[in-house]
C-alpha cells in the first residue's frame, strides 16, 4: 500500500492563481481532512470529509474548496491564491472516529 | 467545542536528561487523546494512544480527567528524540483538532 500520497510535493504560485492540490489514500478510508500546518500555529483543519460525496468545513476553510466523488480522492482546491495561504498542506485519511489519522508527505506552497 | 493547549513552542534538553511535553485540553465529553510525532523531512505520525495505554520509544502519557491533562514524558531523552510533537484531541465523531505543536531539541 502507499498509504495517502500528495501531489504535488512544491508548488509556486503568483497571487490571483488557482490550482489544485492533490490528495490520495489506498486504505478505503471514510474518513479525509486537509491541515494546513504553519510556524506557530500548528495543524489547522482546513476542511473533512466524512465519506464520498460529504464534506464539511474546519476551523480556516477561507479560500479553498473541496470535494470527495470518490473513497479515495480528496482534492483541495485553491479559488484564488493569496500569500496567506503560504503553508505546509497536509492532507489525512482514517478508518474510525476517533482513530489514528494517516498523514501524506505534504504539499509544500509559495504564494508570491 | 474541543480544544488543545501545548504551552511550550520550544524544549531543549541534553541527552539523558527527563523530558516533559505538557498538553492540556478542553472537551466536555469523554476525549480520545493522541500525540503525534514529526522527524524532520519525515511525515507526522502516531506516536500513541492514551486508550492502548503503551510506551512507545519510552514514552509515556496518562490521561488526566481532573486537570485535563495528557503530558508526554520520557524519562531519559536521546538525540534521535528531537522532533516536533502535536498532541490531538478527538471527541466524539469529530475529526481531530490538534495542538500548536512542541519542538523537542535533544542535545548530545
Known amino acids: 500500500n502507499a498509504g495517502v500520497t500528495q501531489t504535488p510535493k512544491f508548488q509556486v504560485l503568483k497571487t490571483g492563481q488557482s490550482m489544485t492540490l492533490q490528495c490520495a489514500q489506498d486504505?478505503?478510508?471514510?474518513?479525509m481532512s486537509w491541515y494546513r500546518q504553519d510556524p506557530g500555529m500548528g495543524l489547522r483543519l482546513i476542511h473533512y470529509?466524512?465519506?464520498?460525496?460529504?464534506?464539511d468545513q474546519g476551523e480556516v476553510p477561507n479560500g479553498y474548496n473541496v470535494s470527495r466523488s470518490t473513497t479515495e480522492d480528496f482534492p483541495l482546491r485553491l479559488l484564488s491564491a493569496a500569500p496567506s495561504q503560504t503553508s505546509v498542506y497536509f492532507c489525512?485519511?482514517?478508518?474510525?472516529?476517533?482513530?489514528?489519522?494517516?498523514f501524506g508527505p505534504g504539499t509544500r506552497l509559495t504564494v508570491t | 467545542a474541543q480544544r488543545v493547549t501545548q504551552p511550550e513552542k520550544l524544549l531543549s534538553v541534553f541527552k539523558g536528561a527527563p523530558v516533559e511535553l505538557k498538553c492540556n485540553y478542553s472537551?466536555?465529553?469523554?476525549?480520545?487523546l493522541f500525540w503525534y510525532v514529526q522527524y524532520s523531512r519525515q511525515r507526522l505520525q502516531l506516536l500513541l494512544r492514551?486508550?492502548s495505554r503503551e510506551s512507545i520509544k519510552g514514552f509515556t502519557a496518562d490521561l488526566n480527567k481532573g486537570e485535563t491533562s495528557f503530558h508526554l514524558k520520557k524519562p531519559f531523552a536521546q538525540e534521535e528524540d528531537s522532533a516536533m510533537y502535536y498532541c490531538?484531541?478527538?471527541?466524539?465523531?469529530?475529526?481531530?483538532?490538534f495542538g500548536r505543536g512542541t519542538s523537542l531539541i535533544v542535545h548530545p
Open positions: 489525512a485519511s482514517s478508518n474510525t472516529l476517533p482513530g489514528e489519522q494517516y
Open positions: 486504505m478505503n478510508h471514510e474518513y
Open positions: 470529509s466524512v465519506g464520498a460525496g460529504i464534506t
Open positions: 472537551y466536555s465529553g469523554s476525549p480520545e
Open positions: 492514551h486508550i
Open positions: 490531538a484531541l478527538s471527541g466524539g465523531s469529530y475529526i481531530p483538532t
